[in-house]
């Protein structure tokens, strides 16, 4: 299963930035979705995570209130919308895909995205 992350690029502090993941929809339908990143040197964490309902969501810290992910099943395809970016927001964004109806956000990941790079200069 091939998940296509795109929307990554350089933007200034403060600027706003949105990528988009696309999935096939006999997965996206059925998966809980996430945004990890993983800045250089560091491990990759989990951002941001949407049930497959779109009834829950779940935000790290770090991102909360600047960062809103959304999914569209029409077009099978998940959103992570990125506002007032700061330059520790520079990484490489991975979405993933979890098989699960779950609404727990507890998922165990089975599919990963080639990856997109978001670069926030000061």
């Excluded at 809103?68 to 895909?97: G, H, Q």
């Amino acid at each position: 299963v091939q998940l296509q992350a795109s929307g990554g690029g350089l933007v200034q502090a403060g600027g706003s930035l949105r990528i988009s993941c696309a999935a096939p929809e006999r997965t996206f339908r059925r998966s809980g979705m996430a945004w990890f990143r993983q800045a250089p040197g560091k491990e990759r964490v989990r951002v941001a995570a949407i049930s497959w309902s779109g009834e829950s969501t779940y935000y790290d810290g770090s991102v909360k209130g600047r960062f809103t992910i959304a999914r569209d099943n029409a077009k099978n395809t998940v959103f992570l919308e990125m506002n007032n970016l700061k330059p520790e927001d520079t990484a490489v964004y991975y979405c993933a895909a979890a098989v699960s109806f779950a609404e727990d956000l507890l998922y165990e990941y089975n599919y990963w995205g080639q990856g997109t790079q978001v670069t926030v200069s000061s």
